[in-house]
């Protein structure tokens, strides 16, 4: 029997959690290669990166749709289960469970649109057309997996405690130039609580001018009145800088408000921030790398 699809596999994997207990990804290949009737063979067969088997590739997209669904649920690392939605879902007895099934749960829809509200944000394709060459395939292939991580990068973030967001902002600027050295900024960051400040952290390694930072690990919307008290507290201090880092996401008032003061105040929110971290290789690491080669016209050119 053929490798199922990832499809395929979403209803059969949610019916193994039917047990309400806690598996791991190798628990659910095991039960679908069993199910499925899987040859060793297939059972075996890698990527063409030669990183991980087909079947646990495609076992994790399944899981992975199943969760953005809300129908499982991480429990710690490495291990989820199933959800009372979830067990709505197996006692409707539906015939298959796809992506087009999906589509009726709202935060599946969300993930699918993967909708930022923000102005200045191109909307990035989510599928590629049949028609589209091997360069376009890959490339969209690239910017799915991308969002994919981005979101799991986000809820990891918010899970994380208040001290390690901490630790977590100082090493991303740092990464990303400010703050002289990881050991400098982290005396700055976290450690103020002046007046709606957290941090102070230098601009450059020179420290020719310094940045004041506030932090907020939160799930709400953070509205005008935290920025205007974040603009107040660096008016206190004579400061024209300023960076707001949350892992919500702002206001309207607040966006506005932020863009016709004079301090100049960079807002950075939960889809940014992740954005930032992989793109300065904080908390990722690389999976796989491929290159992609053409012919070299001037080798073949004769003189």
């Known amino acids: 029997m053929a490798i199922p699809d990832y499809q395929t596999i979403m209803l059969p994997l949610l019916q193994f959690l039917k047990d309400g207990k806690e598996h791991n990804i190798g628990e659910v290949v095991d039960s679908l290669a069993d199910q499925f009737k899987l040859s060793t063979e297939d059972r075996q067969h890698l990527l063409g990166s030669g990183q991980q ?15 953005k669904a809300g129908l499982l649920e991480s429990t710690r690392r490495g291990f989820f289960r199933i959800t009372e939605r979830g067990y709505s879902v197996l006692a409707s007895k539906p015939g298959r469970v796809d992506v087009n099934y999906l589509e009726q749960f709202p935060e599946f829809v969300a993930f699918r649109e993967l909708r930022h509200e923000r102005r200045d944000e191109a ?10 060459t091997p360069e376009e395939a890959l490339d969209g292939a690239y910017a799915r997996l991308r969002l994919d991580l981005e979101g799991d990068l986000l809820d990891q973030v918010k899970s994380a405690s208040p001290s390690f967001f901490e630790r977590l ?12 050295t990881l050991q400098d900024a982290g005396q700055a960051v976290g450690k103020s609580g002046d007046g709606g400040i957290d ?8 420290g020719l001018d310094v940045i004041y930072i506030q932090a907020k690990r939160w799930e709400s919307t953070v509205g005008r009145p935290e920025i205007q008290k974040f603009a107040g507290a660096l008016q206190g201090h004579r400061a024209r800088k300023g960076v707001f880092i949350t892992t919500s996401s702002f206001s309207a008032d607040a966006l506005e408000f932020a863009a016709r003061i004079d301090s100049k105040i960079v807002l950075i929110d939960g889809p940014a921030l992740a954005k930032y971290m992989i793109d300065h290789n904080v908390g990722v690491s690389l999976a796989r ?7 070299d016209s001037d080798y073949f050119s004769e003189e």
């Not at 088997?53 to 969760?67: C, P």
């Not at 941090?199 to 020179?206: A, N, Q």
């Open 289 to 295: 790398s491929y290159e992609i080669k053409k012919i």
């Open 123 to 132: 909307v990035v394709p989510v599928s590629v057309s049949t028609d589209a």
């Open 169 to 180: 902002v100082v090493e991303l600027l740092v990464r990303m130039g400010y703050g002289g």
């Open 53 to 67: 088997t087909v079947i646990r590739n495609r076992a994790g997209w399944a899981r992975t749709y199943l969760k």
């Open 199 to 206: 941090g102070i952290i230098k601009e450059d390694r020179l």
